[in-house]
């Protein structure tokens, strides 16, 4: 069984930081992406960042320049530091993990539960 706990979200008020943390446990092999995706109420699922184990990122237009993903293979653990904060990045933050679950590199995808970041004055 695989778990991915997020923590983090908060109200902030615009021009504001947050720093998202997600960490992953239970029985693995290896991680071979983690992510952050947001949604809002009516609207699909879209992607903030990724990180592969090797440290290649990929970030979405709208927050390049302002957000970093990071990750912590001892721990494994991936954090997205949210800088410069508009009311637009508004949403539930979602962990994303695409895991390899056995010796024989199948992999799984996992989500965890959301969490709620809003940026309101």
């Known amino acids: 069984q695989v778990q991915l706990v997020e923590s983090g979200g908060d109200l902030v008020q615009p021009g504001g930081s947050l720093r998202l943390s997600c960490a992953a446990s239970?029985?693995?092999?290896?991680?071979?992406?983690m992510g952050w995706y947001r949604q809002v109420p009516g609207k699909q699922r879209e992607l903030v960042a990724t990180?592969?184990?090797?440290?290649?990122?990929n970030y979405a237009d709208s927050v390049k320049g302002r957000f970093t993903i990071s990750g912590d293979n001892a721990k494994n653990t991936v954090y997205l530091q949210m800088n410069s904060l508009k009311p637009e990045d508004t949403a539930v933050y979602y962990c994303?993990?695409?895991?390899?679950?056995?010796?024989?590199?199948?992999?799984?995808?996992?989500w965890g539960q959301g969490t709620q970041v809003t940026v309101s004055s």
């Open positions: 994303y993990a695409r895991m390899r679950v056995t010796i024989l590199q199948m992999t799984s995808d996992y």
């Open positions: 990180i592969t184990s090797g440290g290649s990122t």
């Open positions: 239970g029985s693995f092999f290896g991680i071979n992406a």
